[in-house]
């Protein structure tokens, strides 16, 4: 029998994600995107699913994102958005917009 475990969440980070390496001039990639806390009471509450947010780049920095698909859990899906908002930077002079997604999943946990 499989359990959940509500002490972690998988880690994933999209493919452009930049690790210790320094961009080049014009690079469209990402400089710094931390993984969006598991908030306790998310995990506790047993609450997965994956949010999409449209993601508006203007000079390296997120100006704004956009819930495109809730997770079905508002807590989840304002974790999501705050933590791009305020914690996401880009190369400097990047200027996009994009789909990203954000997987909240507990890990199993096998007896």
């Known amino acids: 029998m499989e359990k959940k475990s509500f002490f972690s969440q998988k ?7 930049l690790e210790n ?5 014009n690079d469209l ?14 995990r506790l509450n047993h609450m997965q699913g994956k949010v999409i947010l449209q993601i508006t780049v203007h000079n390296g920095k997120v100006i704004s994102s956009r819930i495109i698909k809730s997770s ?9 958005k705050y933590w791009v908002e305020t914690h996401w930077l880009f190369s400097e002079g990047v200027n996009k917009v994009f789909l990203e997604e954000i997987i909240f999943e507990l890990e199993d946990k096998k007896n």
């Open 11 to 17: 880690e994933r980070r999209p493919s452009l994600f």
């Open 21 to 25: 390496k320094t961009p080049k001039k």
């Open 29 to 42: 990639s990402f400089v710094y995107q931390p993984i969006p806390p598991y908030l306790l009471l998310a």
């Open 72 to 80: 079905d859990f508002p807590l989840l899906d304002k974790t999501a």
